[in-house]
């Protein structure tokens, strides 16, 4: 248990639906991430946000529409996804400014889009 | 652009010691991680190094050499449970943007512990 939970732990969806995914920090953190884990690839830093306010976006589609609407939960709202969309999105939460500043992450969400 | 290369697969004996290599070619270096990651489950945390030198916490041990860009893991008296994937990552300076804590990451190296 690292502190920061996600759901659905596995998730199968169609290109037309929509979808969410949600995150939940429990440690006190002032910074949260989506990450896009494929097989094969490096993790790939999606979206940053910073005391909710969002500072970084990695060159991600549309599709992909993050959501904080506190330091505690983060959101991915997906739809029209593709089929390489199929990933392991994975949520972290850091604290900005502590000594080593690692983040901490949750245990990802399995998404396939067929 | 940020480029990080480590060892796709390792192989070791249980009992013996491993080294996992990272190389990195990043701009703004502000720290490298080290983290394990067991399949199905979240990358966990091992190290953080920011000076040149050895960091030493139990049986995992990481070196970094900033001017040589390179960085290590070593792992001691391996055991099974160690069998998993190790992420090498890259802290980017962010000074102007203020923008929190951009990680770089490396393909991962997935290390096998055989009997």
């Known amino acids: 248990e690292t502190g920061v939970t996600q759901t659905p732990r596995h998730l199968v969806m169609g290109m037309t639906n929509k979808k969410s995914l949600k995150c939940e920090q429990h440690l006190g953190h002032n910074a949260m991430y989506w990450y896009k884990q494929s097989a094969k690839k490096p993790l790939e830093l999606m979206f940053v946000?910073?005391?909710?306010?969002?500072?970084e976006n990695n060159s991600v589609p549309s599709r992909f529409s993050p959501e904080c609407p506190n330091s505690s939960h983060l959101f991915l709202h997906l739809h029209t996804l593709q089929p390489e969309d199929s990933a392991l999105y994975l949520c972290?939460?850091?604290?900005?400014?502590?000594?080593?500043?690692?983040?901490?992450f949750g245990p990802g969400t399995r998404l396939t889009v067929l | 652009g940020q480029n990080i290369d480590q060892p796709t697969e390792m192989t070791a004996t249980e009992g013996a010691i491993v080294q996992i290599n990272c190389t990195y070619q990043t701009s703004g270096f502000n720290g490298l991680f080290w983290y394990q990651q067991h399949a199905g489950e979240a990358p966990t945390f091992l190290s953080y190094?920011?000076?040149?030198g050895l960091e030493e916490k139990g049986r995992f041990s990481s070196f970094l050499s900033r001017s040589k860009g390179y960085s290590y893991l070593l792992l001691k008296e391996l055991q099974m449970k160690d069998s998993a994937s190790y992420l090498c990552?890259?802290?980017?300076?962010?000074?102007?943007?203020?923008?929190?804590?951009?990680?770089?990451f490396g393909t991962g190296t997935q290390l096998k512990v055989e009997l």
């Open positions: 190094n920011v000076l040149d």
């Open positions: 990552a890259v802290r980017l300076r962010d000074g102007l943007t203020g923008g929190g804590n951009k990680l770089t």
């Open positions: 946000y910073n005391f909710k306010e969002q500072t």
């Open positions: 972290a939460s850091s604290q900005v400014r502590a000594v080593f500043h690692e983040q901490f």
